[in-house]
C-alpha cells in the first residue's frame, strides 16, 4: 500500500469505524452553521450572548441585566425606534442623550458570522461615532439577520433600504478593553456588549 495514501487515510483494510478514529486529526472540512459560527468568535471577541425564545424572555433578561449592571431605566438610552414593538410601554427609553446615558439599547442590521462582529447604521446609532457612545450596550437581534459576511450585510441593507440608504454604516467587534494601552489600541472603541438573540425563523 502506499504510505502516502496510507497517511491520508485514502486506502486502508480496516473496517470504516477503524478508519474515522484513525482520521480523527484530520483537518474537518465541513463548515460549521452560520449561527454558530457568529456566537463562536462573538464570545470570542469578548461579547456576552443570551439566547431568547420568545419577547418575555427577551424583556426578562434585559431586566436581569440592568440589574446586574445597576443601570436604571432613566440611564438607559434607545435610539431604535424598531425596538418599540419589542417594548411597547416605552419603559426603556429613560435617557434621551445617549452620549450621557449609562447604557444604549439598540436593535442592529445585521450579525456578521465571519468575524463575530455587528454591523450598525443611523437607524441604530444615528449620527454618533462609536467612541461616543456610552461603554455599555445592549444589542437585540434575531436570528435571522446572520449573514456570512460584511458584504452580505451591505447587500441586505441596500435591498432593504432602496429608497434611502442610511448612513454611518459600521461594525462593532472588539468587546472589551485591551489588557495593554499601546498605540495600536488608541481610540478603541471597545464596548461591555450584552447581546439578546431571538429565534424567528
Known sequence: MNLWKRLLGLESNLPQDKLEETSKYMPDTKEPPLDEKFILLFKKNGGKFLYCLNTDEARSNLEA????????????A????????LFPNNQYAGATNCQQADCLLIGCENLI??????LLSSHQ???NKLMHLPKKMIVVAYTSQIVPDISNGLQRI???CKNEIPSNITTIKQFKEPKENDFLTY???A?????????DY
Do not use: H
Open 65 to 76: 441585566i440592568l440589574e446586574e449592571q445597576n443601570i436604571t431605566a432613566q440611564r438607559l
Open 78 to 85: 434607545n435610539t431604535d425606534n424598531t425596538l418599540k414593538e
Open 113 to 118: 458570522a465571519k468575524d463575530g462582529s455587528i
Open 125 to 127: 446609532i444615528r449620527e
Open 158 to 160: 441596500k435591498n432593504q
Open 187 to 189: 481610540g478603541s472603541s
Open 191 to 199: 464596548k461591555n456588549l450584552y447581546l439578546l438573540l431571538l429565534e
